[in-house]
């Protein structure tokens, strides 16, 4: 079992930055791929980025290329998405997931996620 928490959520005005965190109860956290997910009110959770296990694999969301970066810390059992230049339409909660499947499989699924952090909610007003 893996617990996730994430942190770094808040309010920030449009164009501001935002650094989430994921924090992993997990010594072998280098075994799971990370992704980010959002949900906003009345909407379907959407995929943002995932990471593969060593780091060195990314995949983003067209909507959020160029602007946001995630990335992890396997010593320290911690992924991060950087969201830079937010928009009032990425209000949302937004969660981190790990999975144990395959780089290339389903990576922006919420489905092929194994475990899920609680959420943190970001704010951005305009």
């Known amino acids: 079992q893996v617990q996730l928490v994430e942190s770094g959520g808040g309010l920030v005005q449009a164009g501001g930055s935002l650094r989430l965190s994921c924090a992993a109860s997990?010594?072998?956290?280098?075994?799971?791929?990370m992704g980010w997910f959002r949900q906003a009110p009345g909407k379907e959770r959407e995929f943002v980025a995932a990471?593969?296990?060593?780091?060195?694999?990314?995949k983003y969301a067209e909507s959020v290329k160029g602007r946001f970066a995630i990335s992890r810390d396997n010593a320290k059992n911690t992924a991060y998405l950087q969201m830079n230049s937010l928009k009032p339409e990425e209000t949302a909660v937004y969660y981190c997931?790990?999975?144990?499947?395959?780089?290339?499989?389903?990576?922006?699924?919420?489905?092929?996620?194994?475990?899920w952090g609680q959420g943190t909610q970001v704010t951005v007003s305009s």
């Open positions: 997931a790990a999975r144990t499947s395959g780089w290339l499989y389903k990576q922006t699924s919420y489905t092929s996620y194994d475990y």
């Open positions: 990471i593969s296990r060593s780091g060195d694999s990314t």
């Open positions: 997990t010594r072998t956290f280098s075994s799971y791929a």
